[in-house]
């Protein structure tokens, strides 16, 4: 069988990309693209990079390009606090300290984060199409769900609680707009 090489994958040090700290020294794995004849290098165009600060502590970047003519930019990084971004080098903006996922918007004005939680298909009316759920270890101590109502477009956004025997509905807010309360 014909082996065609479209790109390299190449394991060497990178360069700091912008914001990094001084002292920062990086290793990554980089995704260089040809065109299809080989003849043509596009560049990387993906990188897998681990990191530090010049201190303890290291860092895990994705980078990601839209385009041959741009250089790869960080996509998603998680920190040596497990916290995550996307879109941001900085996760856990605020401050939490522990395990946040940070989801940065663009770059323009009213461009916020999106969490987007998505069920492939609901075909019958009470099934899920997302949920937030809120544990204490692996016993659910609360969520927020939502359910689709009557028909693909419309859904019932729900809340739940627990006072100790489970997690029951306490509240919902109905696809039309009426609220509910208790069971």
Same mark, same amino acid.
């Given at each position: 069988?014909d082996?065609?090489?479209?790109g390299?994958i190449?394991?060497?040090?990178?360069s700091?990309?912008?914001?990094?700290?001084?002292g920062?020294t990086?290793?990554?794995?980089?995704?260089?693209?040809?065109?299809?004849n080989?003849t043509t290098n596009? =560049?990387?165009q993906?990188?897998?990079?681990? +990191?530090?600060?010049?201190?303890i502590?290291?860092? !895990? /970047?994705?980078?990601?390009s %839209?385009?041959?003519?741009?250089a790869?930019?960080?996509a998603?990084?998680?920190?040596?606090?497990?916290?995550?971004?996307? =879109?941001t080098?900085?996760p856990?903006?605020? +401050?939490?300290?522990?395990?946040?996922?940070t989801? !940065? /918007?663009g770059?323009?004005? %009213?461009?916020a984060?999106?969490l987007e939680l998505?069920?492939?298909?609901?075909n019958n009316?009470?099934?899920n199409?997302?949920?937030i759920s809120?544990?204490n270890g692996?016993?659910?101590t609360?969520?927020?769900?939502a359910?689709?109502a009557s028909?693909?477009?419309?859904?019932d956004?729900?809340?739940?609680?627990?006072?100790?025997?489970?997690?029951?509905e306490r509240?919902?807010?109905?696809?039309i707009?009426?609220?509910?309360i208790g069971?």
């Amino acid at each position: 069988a014909d082996r065609f090489q479209y790109g390299n994958i190449n394991f060497s040090g990178v360069s700091a990309q912008g914001g990094e700290a001084a002292g920062t020294t990086m290793q990554g794995i980089t995704w260089q693209v040809n065109s299809y004849n080989g003849t043509t290098n596009y =560049g990387n165009q993906a990188q897998l990079v681990v +990191g530090n600060n010049g201190s303890i502590g290291t860092f !895990m /970047g994705f980078f990601t390009s %839209g385009n041959y003519s741009v250089a790869p930019v960080e996509a998603i990084r998680i920190d040596s606090a497990q916290n995550v971004g996307i =879109g941001t080098d900085s996760p856990d903006l605020t +401050g939490f300290g522990w395990n946040v996922l940070t989801v !940065m /918007g663009g770059t323009g004005t %009213g461009e916020a984060g999106v969490l987007e939680l998505a069920a492939p298909s609901a075909n019958n009316n009470g099934e899920n199409l997302g949920i937030i759920s809120f544990n204490n270890g692996s016993t659910r101590t609360a969520q927020i769900g939502a359910t689709r109502a009557s028909s693909t477009t419309d859904a019932d956004l729900s809340f739940w609680t627990s006072a100790g025997s489970g997690i029951e509905e306490r509240m919902r807010i109905t696809g039309i707009g009426r609220v509910v309360i208790g069971g």
